[in-house]
């Protein structure tokens, strides 16, 4: 194996408190937002970058406003479905009261606010609904399911986010036969209509988890926004050294890291329900996740896309959350338990055993420690004979051989 590091491009944020100022200034949203009024902020599931940081910026901003701003947890079915639970995950991101210096309100209703001129349900969190203003803070990038204009984003956390366990649960039974460009974009225009969503602030990031740029939209910008913006965060989106390898080893995946736990636009198995899948996606003969992370509490979503798991990571799930999360996204088979053996090694020794006519050491295997941080990367030797190079990157050290402990288990990246 040996050591790389991977270079990709690194357009940073220099200022975040500073550049959330200056782009919501640019809304002139004082002429709506009045003094006294209250506004509910969006806040998710996902682990994006700086989140505290720029939620603290953006209610300072309608504070200064005379605006009375308040979080509410925004993430479908995550944190096992409750109030407490989704709570709790904000909280492991550091977004508290304290530090981003508003209220919390936490609840897992929602109110009608009818069907789209599609027939398609909307529902919206009681406690934001009954807010004088919305605002949409949100992550804009590849949607790890749907591919098109518009993926993962504002329009998706109106729609699943602000939806909460029932519109999750809704939506992407509706996913299963129905486009989701269609549905996310009639959806959000009901919302929009039928709900006092002031502002939209989007979020990209760079290959190396770092907040890269900033944009605030109004209601009526947000699709022509989230499109523009959606092009950079493909082009900034980090990649694996190659295209293709007999064997990814993947030391942890969460809900923190991607809605399925990997994400499928870096390590393929990408489907896109109604819609035809991207071309040329990264092919992984085998891929064996060792662990979990911390921010994920229990939940695997996710773990049903690879190959091989260990007995360590099966009984450190929170099943129930997991099964929760799965059965509402529509597909019970991220859940799925792979082949799970008690050591690295064990699992390591069955995939290069059933590789077809290539020897095991001529395994071309790649090992990542999640798929947000691929800066470093550890590769075999016959990959860099025989693969492509996807990326620019420098060999760190090696060649060496794989070390196991004395429990069989390789070392994290």
């Keep these: ?108 209703e929602v109110v009608s606010l009818g069907k789209t001129p599609d027939g398609f349900p909307v529902v919206l969190d009681k406690i934001a609904s009954e807010a004088d203003h919305i605002g949409v803070v949100a992550r804009v990038k590849p949607h790890t399911n749907f591919n098109g204009p518009i993926e993962s984003g504002l329009m998706k956390m109106m729609m699943i986010g602000l939806g909460k366990h029932v519109g999750a649960a809704a939506y992407h039974k509706i996913l299963l036969e129905e486009p989701y460009d269609q549905v996310v974009r009639s959806v959000g225009w009901h919302l929009r209509a039928k709900s006092p969503i002031a502002f939209g602030l989007c979020l990209v990031e760079n290959a190396y988890d770092e907040t890269a740029a900033i944009e605030a939209a109004l209601p009526a910008e947000f699709e022509k926004v989230e499109e523009k913006l959606l092009v950079s965060a493909k082009e900034w989106l980090a990649r694996l050294p190659f295209h293709e390898a007999d064997l990814l080893v993947i030391d942890e995946i969460g809900k923190e890291i991607s809605g399925s736990g990997m994400d499928t636009n870096i390590v393929g198995r990408k489907r896109a329900f109604k819609s035809a899948p991207p071309e040329n996606q990264p092919q992984m003969r085998f891929i064996f996740i060792r662990g979990l992370s911390k921010h994920t509490h229990g939940n695997a979503a996710g773990i049903g896309f690879a190959d091989f798991t260990t007995t360590r990571l099966v009984d450190s799930m929170n099943y129930s959350a997991t099964v929760i999360n799965c059965l509402t996204s529509g597909y019970p088979e991220g859940a799925n338990l792979p082949v799970h053996l008690d050591s690295d090694r064990e699992v390591i020794d069955a995939a290069l055993a059933i590789l077809g006519t290539r020897a095991p050491e001529e395994a071309r295997i790649m090992h990542i420690r999640n798929t947000l941080y691929l800066e470093e990367v550890e590769v075999s030797e016959p990959c860099l004979r025989g693969l492509p190079k996807m990326t620019n990157f420098t060999i760190e050290r090696g060649p060496g051989e794989m070390i196991f402990d004395k429990s069989g288990n390789i070392t994290a990246i």
């Design 1 to 108: 194996m040996l050591r790389l590091r991977q270079n990709f491009a690194r357009p940073r944020a220099a200022n975040i408190p500073a550049e959330v100022r200056e782009t919501l200034q640019k809304l002139d949203r004082g002429k709506r937002i009045k003094s006294g009024q209250t506004v509910a902020l969006t806040a998710g599931s996902r682990g994006i970058a700086n989140i505290p940081v720029v939620l603290k910026a953006v209610a300072q901003y309608l504070k200064d406003l005379g605006a009375r701003p308040f979080l509410v947890p925004t993430m479908g079915s995550h944190g096992g479905g409750t109030a407490d639970g989704q709570r709790q995950v904000l909280e492991s991101y550091g977004i508290t009261e304290n530090v981003v210096g508003v209220p919390i309100r936490a609840s897992m």
